[in-house]
């Protein structure tokens, strides 16, 4: 029952007001001196209000244009939106009460540091004398070589220039490392939060995937019951794309191939921009269809990043990323422990990144100082939590689910 809250409106005729409480809007008997915008409390039997009978009185008078205009708290935060962010906070709760129960150690590492990474598709936001993290990975694994064995965090991160329904420049994200474990330890880790986190918000493991103007398809539900189909990059690049990915091809090569395919791409395209050019082209509409979830694993070695080549092939590291509804929802690595070849992989970030006129950031020397300490055998994953959320509570946008967008502040 809702005891206190804001007038939206007043039917002055029928004496009822409809009003809006942290948990619902009702309509309730309304007192003849309410006006919309008031604060009320609803009281007791035999309270009276301050025009005449009633069953409430005014905390505090509304005295400003008719009301609710659209500059005003009430109408930035609708109830839809007002019930997410209360679903958010269950959400995040169970995502707590599930690593509890799985023993690992809710860290939280600086926001703000020198180097914030240097993968090419990236821009960082300068800060003070360094830069708002893009991801808590290098201070997490140096927590790895310090001991831990079983760590996570929930924090903000920042990436600049990154704006759509599934972006915002400022997004919380859910982080944890395994030691000793293999990246089936971390996908299995995923599966399990996905449908723990629904089942704690919706009721049942199940992901609400909105409709997709785009697709002409209509809202969705997508069952998210460990265990998920999985499939390889060559597979989905072959069986989707029409193109063959070896992982040692020259860039030319591979850029031929997806021309052959029928996809358009620049006359001197990079290996990356060859390959995302017909992965987003052929291949996340094809995910987006699947009537269940997706671990996408054995990624080209060309897109490691910081996971190391695999045993049986090194033309592919181990790397997977988890799909639902089409959304790509975390990347997980199995992780890079040799410092030497971490170097030199930064080392070439870097005179790519100098090559595309992006910004350059220093090398996190404390991170391969660890990783020549002695890293433990391990894996990761960096999974979007807004975008969970928005998987559980059906959410069209990110927008939807945060308390404030950029453009409200």
């Given at each position: 029952m809702i005891r206190r809250g804001r007038v939206l409106a007043v039917d002055?005729?029928?004496?009822?007001?409809?009003?809006?409480?942290?948990?619902?809007?009702?309509?309730?008997?309304?007192?003849?001196?309410?006006?919309?915008?008031?604060?009320?409390?609803?009281?007791?039997?035999?309270?009276?209000?301050?025009?005449?009978?009633?069953?409430?009185?005014?905390?505090?008078?509304?005295?400003?244009?008719?009301?609710?205009?659209?500059?005003?708290?009430?109408?930035?935060?609708?109830?839809?939106?007002?019930?997410?962010?209360?679903?958010?906070?269950?959400?995040?709760?169970?995502?707590?009460?599930?690593?509890?129960?799985?023993?690992?150690?809710?860290?939280?590492?600086?926001?703000?540091?020198?180097?914030?990474?240097?993968?090419?598709?990236?821009?960082?936001?300068?800060?003070?004398?360094?830069?708002?993290?893009?991801?808590?990975?290098?201070?997490?694994?140096?927590?790895?070589?310090?001991?831990?064995?079983?760590?996570?965090?929930?924090?903000?991160?920042?990436?600049?220039?990154?704006?759509?329904?599934?972006?915002?420049?400022?997004?919380?994200?859910?982080?944890?490392?395994?030691?000793?474990?293999?990246?089936?330890?971390?996908?299995?880790?995923?599966?399990?939060?996905?449908?723990?986190?629904?089942?704690?918000?919706?009721?049942?493991?199940?992901?609400?995937?909105?409709?997709?103007?785009?697709?002409?398809?209509?809202?969705?539900?997508?069952?998210?019951?460990?265990?998920?189909?999985?499939?390889?990059?060559?597979?989905v690049m072959r069986r989707w794309a029409g193109v063959e990915v070896a992982g040692d091809e020259p860039a030319a090569a591979l850029a031929a191939a997806v021309r052959a395919a029928g996809i358009e791409i620049e006359p001197d395209a990079a290996w990356d921009d060859a390959f995302f050019a017909a992965f987003l082209a052929r291949v996340e509409p094809a995910i987006a269809a699947l009537t269940r979830p997706l671990i996408l694993e054995d990624w080209p070695a060309p897109l490691a990043a910081l996971a190391r080549r695999t045993d049986a092939d090194p033309r592919i590291a181990y790397r997977f990323e988890a799909y639902v509804g089409g959304l790509e929802l975390a990347n997980a690595f199995g992780e890079l422990t040799d410092p030497v070849e971490q170097r030199a992989r930064f080392e070439d970030d870097l005179r790519i990144r100098a090559a595309r006129g992006r910004a350059l950031y220093p090398i996190d020397e404390k991170l391969l100082a660890a990783l020549a300490e002695g890293l433990p055998p391990s894996a990761g994953v960096a999974l979007g939590f807004d975008r969970l959320v928005m998987l559980a509570t059906g959410a069209p946008s990110i927008d939807q689910v945060l308390s404030f967008t950029a453009a409200e502040l």
């Amino acid at each position: 029952m809702i005891r206190r809250g804001r007038v939206l409106a007043v039917d002055v005729d029928e004496r009822i007001a409809v009003l809006r409480g942290e948990r619902g809007d009702a309509r309730v008997p309304a007192d003849p001196a309410w006006r919309a915008g008031d604060l009320v409390e609803l009281g007791g039997a035999g309270e009276r209000g301050e025009g005449g009978a009633g069953g409430g009185r005014r905390v505090r008078p509304y005295g400003g244009p008719p009301y609710p205009g659209p500059g005003t708290e009430v109408a930035r935060l609708p109830r839809a939106r007002i019930d997410r962010l209360h679903q958010r906070a269950r959400a995040l709760a169970a995502l707590r009460a599930f690593f509890d129960g799985e023993g690992f150690l809710e860290v939280e590492t600086p926001l703000l540091v020198p180097s914030p990474g240097l993968e090419i598709h990236l821009e960082a936001v300068p800060a003070g004398a360094g830069y708002l993290i893009t991801s808590p990975e290098y201070q997490m694994k140096r927590l790895l070589a310090g001991g831990f064995e079983r760590v996570y965090q929930v924090c903000k991160c920042f990436r600049a220039n990154e704006r759509g329904p599934h972006h915002a420049s400022e997004f919380s994200m859910v982080e944890w490392y395994r030691a000793y474990a293999e990246l089936d330890a971390i996908a299995a880790d995923v599966e399990a939060l996905v449908a723990h986190v629904c089942r704690a918000v919706a009721g049942r493991a199940v992901a609400r995937v909105p409709a997709a103007e785009a697709a002409g398809a209509g809202p969705r539900e997508i069952d998210v019951t460990p265990p998920w189909p999985r499939l390889t990059v060559r597979e989905v690049m072959r069986r989707w794309a029409g193109v063959e990915v070896a992982g040692d091809e020259p860039a030319a090569a591979l850029a031929a191939a997806v021309r052959a395919a029928g996809i358009e791409i620049e006359p001197d395209a990079a290996w990356d921009d060859a390959f995302f050019a017909a992965f987003l082209a052929r291949v996340e509409p094809a995910i987006a269809a699947l009537t269940r979830p997706l671990i996408l694993e054995d990624w080209p070695a060309p897109l490691a990043a910081l996971a190391r080549r695999t045993d049986a092939d090194p033309r592919i590291a181990y790397r997977f990323e988890a799909y639902v509804g089409g959304l790509e929802l975390a990347n997980a690595f199995g992780e890079l422990t040799d410092p030497v070849e971490q170097r030199a992989r930064f080392e070439d970030d870097l005179r790519i990144r100098a090559a595309r006129g992006r910004a350059l950031y220093p090398i996190d020397e404390k991170l391969l100082a660890a990783l020549a300490e002695g890293l433990p055998p391990s894996a990761g994953v960096a999974l979007g939590f807004d975008r969970l959320v928005m998987l559980a509570t059906g959410a069209p946008s990110i927008d939807q689910v945060l308390s404030f967008t950029a453009a409200e502040l």
